[in-house]
T-cell receptor, first 115, second 111 residues
Framework: DTGVSQDPRHKITKRGQNVTFRCDPI?????LYWYRQTLGQGPEFLTY????????KSRLLSDRFSAERPKGSFSTLEIQRTEQGDSAMYLC?????????????FGPGTRLTVL | GQQLNQSPQSMFIQEGEDVSMNCTSS?????WLWYKQDPGEGPVLLIA?????ELTSNGRLTAQFGITRKDSFLNISASIPSDVGIYFC???????????FGKGTRLHILP
């Protein structure tokens, strides 16, 4: 399967713990996006990378959140000192920005539950 | 955050019926995308639209990019049980470089 993959698929943690999620994009894609989705809502943009450069961060991304894409391939999203409000589905998407198009393909998501 | 206005919020239909849903915005978009999401999974891309007025089909699905660039619709013909799920419209403006999603249309098919 050559689609976007995410690991883990599910994570249950206690409030105050740190968690890290991984995303592997489609191999030839230069852009990688992170979104958060809560129940009954559409995905909301968090941040994105073009190659290894982080180009934009949403106001939703508090100081406790950090994302990296060190070699321009896979990316990690870390949440420090988790809070119950962080419980959500975290989605990763990738795209090949070329010629004015930027169609994003999503991974299966990581569902985070903070107890 | 900003979201598109997607309607209806939910639909209950009989198997075999046609389905229509739409998305509107006060802003212009350069690309409209339609995704389907099953429970516990990520959104799966159904149709991508890149030009105003464009009409594109994918099997029983047809979507159009509105002439004003502020709306789009998705039609599903002859619905089948596996069409059940949440359908999201999404718009992309190149200056923003990020997708804005609607809140979704939940499709239920009655037995």
């Amino acid at each position: 399967d050559t689609g976007v993959s995410q690991d883990p698929r599910h994570k249950i943690t206690k409030r105050g713990q740190n968690v890290t999620f991984r995303c592997d994009p489609i191999s030839e894609h230069n852009r990688l996006y992170w979104y958060r989705q809560t129940l009954g809502q559409g995905p909301e943009f968090l941040t994105y990378f073009q190659n290894e450069a982080q180009l934009e961060k949403s106001r939703l991304l508090s100081d406790r959140f950090s994302a990296e894409r060190p070699k321009g391939s896979f990316s990690t999203l870390e949440i420090q000192r988790t809070e119950q409000g962080d419980s959500a589905m975290y989605l990763c998407a990738s795209s090949l920005r070329a010629g004015g198009t930027d169609t994003q393909y999503f991974g299966p998501g990581t569902r985070l539950t903070v107890l | 955050g900003q979201q598109l206005n997607q309607s209806p919020q939910s639909m209950f239909i009989q198997e075999g019926e046609d389905v229509s849903m739409n998305c509107t915005s006060s802003s212009i978009f350069n690309t409209w995308l339609w995704y389907k999401q099953d429970p516990g999974e990520g959104p799966v891309l159904l149709i991508a639209l890149y030009k105003a007025g464009e009409l594109t089909s994918n099997g029983r699905l047809t979507a159009q990019f509105g002439i004003t660039r502020k709306d789009s619709f998705l039609n599903i013909s002859a619905s089948i049980p596996s069409d059940v799920g949440i359908y999201f419209c999404a718009g992309l403006r190149y200056r923003d470089d990020k997708i804005i999603f609607g809140k979704g249309t939940r499709l239920h098919i009655l037995p």
